[in-house]
C-alpha cells in the first residue's frame, strides 16, 4: 500500500502568493480530513469529506482557505493570498468511514509562508 | 471547554519499564472513540490503538495497552517495556459518533523521552 501521498511535501513561498496542497488518499477509503498542526495551536482538524463531500469545514479558519475533493483519489487545499500565520505542518488524513476506523495522516505538507 | 485533555506535556521513563500517559475527555454523546496516535521526531502521524466507548474489554496492541475508565472519562495510554524508539509525541484523540459528525478532537499530546 502506497498509504496517503502528499504533495509537496515543502513549500515556501512569499506572503500574497496562492498555495496548493494536495493530497490522495488511500484507495477504497472513503473519508478525507485535512489537518493543520503548529506549535501554539497543536493538531486542528480544517475541514472533512466523506464520499467527496463536505461534511464539516467550521475549522478552516477563513475566506482565503478552501478545499476541494473533485473524485475520491484527489484532494486540494488552497490558500490565497497566504500569510505568514500560515506556515505550518498540513496533513491529510483518509479512513475508511467516519467512525471507529483509524486515521491515516500523510506524512505532511511544511508551509513556510515569508 | 476541553474535549480532550492530556495533562502531562512531558514524561521520562528509563528504557524497559512501563510509562503511563494520561488522557481525559469531554463529552455527552453514549456513542464514542478514543484513540491514540504517536508522532515521531520525523513527523509522521502513526495510529495506535482504538477503543470504542462500548468495548467490555480494555483494548491492547502489542506492547500498548489502553486503560479505559469510562465513568472517569479517561483513556490512558500504557506502554510496555519501554524502547527508545518509543521517544515521541503522543496524542490522544476523541471522535464522537453521533454528534459533531464524526468529527475528530485532539489533545495538546505529551512527549516521551525513553532514557537508556
Known amino acids: 500500500d502506497a498509504g496517503v501521498i502528499q504533495s509537496p511535501r515543502h513549500e515556501v513561498t512569499e506572503m500574497g502568493q496562492e498555495v496548493t496542497l494536495r493530497c490522495k488518499p488511500i484507495s477504497g477509503h472513503n473519508s478525507l480530513f485535512w489537518y493543520r498542526q503548529t506549535m501554539m495551536r497543536g493538531l486542528e482538524l480544517l475541514i472533512y469529506f466523506n464520499n467527496n463531500v463536505p461534511i464539516d469545514d467550521s475549522g478552516m479558519p477563513e475566506d482565503r482557505f478552501s478545499a476541494k475533493m473533485p473524485n475520491a483519489s484527489f484532494s486540494t487545499l488552497k490558500i490565497q493570498p497566504s500569510e505568514p500565520r500560515d506556515s505550518a505542518v498540513y496533513f491529510c488524513?483518509?479512513?475508511?468511514?467516519?467512525?471507529?476506523?483509524?486515521?491515516?495522516f500523510g506524512p505532511g505538507t511544511r508551509l513556510t509562508v515569508l | 471547554a476541553q474535549k480532550i485533555t492530556q495533562t502531562q506535556p512531558g514524561m521520562f521513563v528509563q528504557e524497559k519499564e512501563a510509562v503511563t500517559l494520561d488522557c481525559t475527555y469531554d463529552?455527552?454523546?453514549?456513542?464514542?472513540?478514543l484513540f491514540w496516535y504517536k508522532q515521531p521526531s520525523s513527523g509522521e502521524m502513526i495510529f495506535l490503538i482504538y477503543q470504542g466507548s462500548y468495548d467490555q474489554q480494555n483494548a491492547t496492541e502489542g506492547r500498548y495497552s489502553l486503560n479505559f475508565q469510562k465513568a472517569r472519562k479517561s483513556a490512558n495510554l500504557v506502554i510496555s517495556a519501554s524502547q527508545l524508539g518509543d521517544s515521541a509525541m503522543y496524542f490522544c484523540a476523541m471522535r464522537e459518533f453521533n454528534t459533531n459528525a464524526g468529527k475528530s478532537t485532539f489533545g495538546d499530546g505529551t512527549t516521551l523521552t525513553v532514557k537508556p
Open positions: 488524513a483518509s479512513s475508511l468511514g467516519t467512525k471507529d476506523n483509524e486515521q491515516f
Open positions: 463529552t455527552s454523546d453514549p456513542s464514542y472513540g
